[in-house]
């Protein structure tokens, strides 16, 4: 536990010195959300049911690229065999990964939001809702992204393999935090939070899992 | 190949264990509370009488599912109009759209469709699926099956 | 470091016994299927493709369910074998639900209207499908065979949450699929000689799974062996 903490805030702090994946994932969200408004056009973009979905794939591929820079850094560093050294190493890794990337997300994810907003005029009847959903999704999204990072870490195809085996198991995750956003956004609080709560059981699940599994997925 | 063995951790895995199951019956016990309050939201279809209820807007992208009233399906081949009652025993909703109906659209069976409403509170049909329950019987002897396999 | 000790194919007579029995299976669920159980009362003829569908579908179930097994089996024992299970289950479960969407598909053309819907079981079917695609493609990727089956062992794992979600999913959610009409809580809604045709066709599709399942193993593992040989130069005595 206290090791995970410690990898959490190595991270958090290297992200704070050198914050170019965050950077980039920014870059990159806003960029997103600005392309998939053009494509589909402001006037559909801004519909409650799909300003949410957009916001969330823009930050579903913004997960993975904070983390595939999170893990790339470690091997850069050559940081890796000294956490994996650790008692429980690879456990710790996990969770310490899925804190400080959690909080990398957030920064991102509220940055894009705004950007969102701001770009579409949207109204926001729950902002509160609406930061809960997003949250949440900060824990959720990561929760699977680090496994599959981790598991194509020495992959050549590594790009094109982290989405294709991701994005499957995120769909509930997905379904769940579009309609959360998409409730907060029309102002529905009860059912916004209801989904808020599957997202948050889901994100549970995939958390335990993780850390279970981490053992021998992190080579 | 290795043989490589999970590294045996002293003390903390009984613990470990028992967090990792109180985090997951507490992820089961959040997710059976917020499914009960998931509400109108997790619907494939409405009712027509859910429609009305929600005081759905014209215009709006909606599912309809209900009961084709019997009488009440006319398609004009010719102009390709189709046109039919949807009901699901409290609420009707006249359904009009354009273009053949699947083959198994049928009088007394269910369908959804899609489309939306119009001002004058008939509904546009973008899409019409025949809905058919799980039910399989065969067919009543010396009455051919009603439906031609294309 | 462990050796490779020669591995005698499993024997011709079980191999043959399956493969007999496949066809056999095969050949007399077909014939009940477009001859003997009756058209339904609404569908007509078409209906006959439940048959295939369905059968389909549960055997695809228990593929994947075995992949989650033989995963564990990799995992806890590290014995090559449960790898070469899982791979060949895998494949086999691609192959069943890939026919599962286009039966599913050609069914409902003709009674829906429409090739397809975006409805809760279909949909996690069709991530189901992508998964499995996706564990392949991992496998594929990867060169060191202990990695690769580790690899592929944590998502044979992940992976099998998504399918009691499949079950589920017409259950949460007024759906666009029927509910099932076998596992349903009035007992099952069809003509007996309906329920018979296809629980033949769920047995022929389970021996067909059996018998593919043997030539696969027995494929995958003499490739282990041979390809275990020339890391180490050469067969072990």
Known sequence: ?219 | MSAARPQARRGGIGERRLLALTALAIAVAIGFVAYQNLGPSAVYYLTPTEAQQRRIAPGAAVRLGGQIEPGSLRYDPASRDLRFIIGDGITRTVVVGKGAPPALLREGAGAVVEGFFSTDGSFRATQVIAKHDEVYVPPAPSKTPPHRTP | MTTTAFRPAPPVRIRSALGLASLLGVLVAGAMALVWAPPDANQGEVQRIMYVHVPAAWTAYLAFGVVFLASLGWLWTRRPVFDAVAVASAEIGVLLTGLTLVAGSIWAKPTWGVWWTWEPRLITTAVMFVMYVGYLLLRSLSTDLAGRATRAAVIGIVAVVNVPIVHLSVEWMNAQHQLPSVLRPGGPALDERMLATLIVGTVAFTILYAWLMVERVALETARQDRLSDLAHGGPAR
């Open chain 1, 1 to 219: 536990m206290r090791a995970a903490w410690l990898v959490a805030l190595r991270e958090l702090r290297a992200d704070a010195r050198q914050p170019d994946g965050v950077a980039t994932a920014v870059t990159f969200v806003g960029a997103l959300v600005l392309v998939e408004s053009l494509v589909v056009g402001p006037q559909v973009a801004r519909e409650a049911t799909v300003a949410p979905a957009l916001y969330w794939v823009a930050l579903l591929f913004a997960a993975i690229v904070v983390t595939t820079r999170s893990f790339d850094r470690e091997l850069a560093d050559d940081a890796l065999e000294a956490v994996l050294a650790l008692p429980g190493g690879r456990d710790a890794l996990y969770a310490g990964k899925l804190l400080a990337l959690a909080v990398a997300l957030a920064v991102v994810g509220a940055i894009g939001g705004i950007l969102q907003v701001a770009l579409l005029d949207l109204s926001v009847a729950l902002a509160g809702h609406a930061l809960i959903a997003v949250l949440l999704g900060t824990i959720a999204l990561p929760a699977v992204v680090i496994l599959d990072v981790a598991l194509t870490l020495r992959l050549r195809a590594r790009a094109a393999l982290v989405p294709i085996l991701a994005v499957p198991v995120l769909v509930p995750q997905l379904v769940a935090g579009t309609n959360a956003l998409g409730l907060a956004l029309t102002g529905d609080a009860t059912a916004s939070l209801a989904w808020s709560g599957l997202l948050l059981a889901i994100a549970l699940v995939y958390a335990v899992l993780g850390l279970t599994i981490a053992g021998t997925a992190i080579e």
